[in-house]
């Protein structure tokens, strides 16, 4: 394999199990095997912060991996450094599980302020990595393909800026109102996957 | 790596990890250490709703691992809302391992229709998502290869209906008769086996 | 990706994973955290049969890998029947980490029987589905590569029968003796490494 | 795929899940969901151990893999005794995660000798493996590229010692001293991460 595909390959794995390992986080509820039917819908359906945390942890893996995917396509080499930002990326990729198993646990009680800001501070450690991943694909060695024009990188950065003050707005407003906080979490997702699939020019759309 | 590449091997990541986490559930029996020899043999044996659930599971996610195959072999190229779609048939195979351990767990008690029903509806969800997958392959851009004949895509759709009406029923049977329900799950998963590797024309056989 | 190519990530994938999650089967011994140093020195010294275990499976699963690494590249082609024939291998690789933490669990003990047998069953579990591997390579499409010759095929198949013949050996011998069948199982992994690192001629060692 | 594409494969597949398993070690704290906010954050805090070993053993493993794939591109050939040094060499990365999880149990506690000691050993059997992967790419079959000059496999030689040298320096003082030992294992990761990112010639850094 040539060095782009193997640090795809790399980052494909880990942002896979990263994503895949989330389903541990969700565990069988015991109830008596002689309760009555209706106990274990109610102890399953009870479940639903878990449920809630598992897809939304889901969909930021996979909207990171999207973007990922489409950084390296602009790569035409790999530094060794960008080799170790690739690899705080991952870091902070791989982080996702824990504060996602707490806002499982804690969103639903008095401690909801805590966990959603430890979980949008873990968004933004992971928006602080894509930035640092931009930066060691321009400095020292420029490694962007040259037909990378200067208007699209100003868009990424642009991009990633919202992500800095959505994310930031999200932990301190989750400080005082810890469900606003979340929403803003949920909806910058959903934005970035509807704006991903809908609002592009036909031709970047076909990757 | 080209774009169809990635999306492999990311959905190869997924795929394998879901499968291979099933046995995380199989839990160890605990017997005393001096107990008889017999005893553990027992416990081992009685452990057969999780060795049913194991193999029931990993045979849903290798039929979906074969059925994403041959249909990314069917692809041009790649668009973004395809990569979402994507994901979300990820999504639904990473959440298996919780319906299966929740199956293991109480598929022999009062409560098997709690998760009979339960494991019935992931499998539908996981359905749901391959009709959404061809669907973002089909609009708002055509990406499959112009050698994909009407013929072969309504077939696809009629197997995806197929499968649709089998959980379905397997579903709303299972709450009234779960191991039946639960057997009409087990047909669909050997049935698609025995189908896809024995009545397919020749050519077709060899991928 | 070709076909040959998918199958050996999604293949790679798995061995990978069933032999990564061993590690999770070790636990931290728990001590007093005032515990004398040695304390903690003979409760780690004590994990031996966890050490043991995850050796022995890291080995079983490496060598099902270097010997699946070897066939597939044997082939010429793929056929839907040898993609589930390769399924029923994973699901035989992803079991392992169960009987390992059994037997790390009881060979100590008075149950050792037990779980010796279980583990060489296990073993001989993979055995037998390399068998349909190969056969379903053979029959009804033969998908190798025309330069496999018949006296390769034939000492493949005899490689096979001498694994089949040594795990059942140990599983009936470790009923009375578990430490003689636990032997043979080890004995069989380490003459593999040994036999395919040194008494293969020259030119088939460079693969 | 060839040879030295699968080898990459699978141990991108390790090194990939050996870090991203490392989350699991870190529990989510429990604390009575009446509890005051501020006994929550300081649980989160009271975690600094497990969040510094997480951070240490990613650091390791990712230094492991871009060393592991540099060797890997200075190979013109795979011998069937190199892929078992490379499974050797898998087996000490996928062992990480244990030490890791000791080293933040124990590391506040007076039992931080033993772990510190445990977890240099550790880094240290990775080093050894290194060592014979190194040593089966030279003998009995040469299997680097012809371009490899016999002054870089030097300098190869030259940081494998330091490592041995840094990590056995690590476990002695360790024993006396937890924190420098400790303290030693951290300055050697990031050192490498530092020289290898910024005094490498300009040539050799675009990999």
């Not at 794995?13 to 986080?25: R, S, Y």
């Not at 170790?84 to 991952?90: C, I, T």
């Not at 707005?169 to 109102?177: F, M, P, V």
Request: with cysteine; aromatic share 12%; net charge positive.
């Amino acid at each position: 394999m040539n060095n782009l595909a193997r640090i795809e390959a790399y980052s494909d794995g880990v942002f896979a199990i990263a994503a895949t390992l989330l389903i541990l986080e969700i565990r069988v509820p015991a109830v008596g095997i002689h309760a009555p039917v209706r106990e274990l819908w109610r102890a399953l359906a009870d479940l639903w912060p878990s449920y809630l945390a598992f897809v939304l942890s889901f969909g930021i893996i996979l909207v990171a991996w999207v973007n990922h995917h489409h950084a390296i396509r602009r790569l035409s080499k790999v530094s060794t450094a960008l080799l170790y930002a690739n690899g705080l990326l991952l870091l902070t990729v791989t982080f996702i599980p824990f504060p996602t198993a707490l806002l499982a646990k804690y969103v639903t009680t008095d401690l909801a302020p805590v966990v959603v800001v430890f979980y949008a501070g873990a968004s933004l450690m992971c928006n602080a990595a894509f930035r640092v991943w931009f930066a060691a694909a321009q400095r020292p060695v420029y490694l962007l393909k040259p037909e990378v024009g200067k208007e699209q990188i100003e868009r990424i950065w642009a991009q990633m800026n919202a992500g800095t003050l959505g994310y930031t707005t999200a932990a301190i407003l989750g400080w005082w109102l810890p469900f606003i906080g979340l929403g803003i979490v949920i909806a910058l997702t959903m934005l970035w996957i509807v704006m991903s699939t809908q609002h592009r020019p036909e031709k970047e759309n076909l990757i």
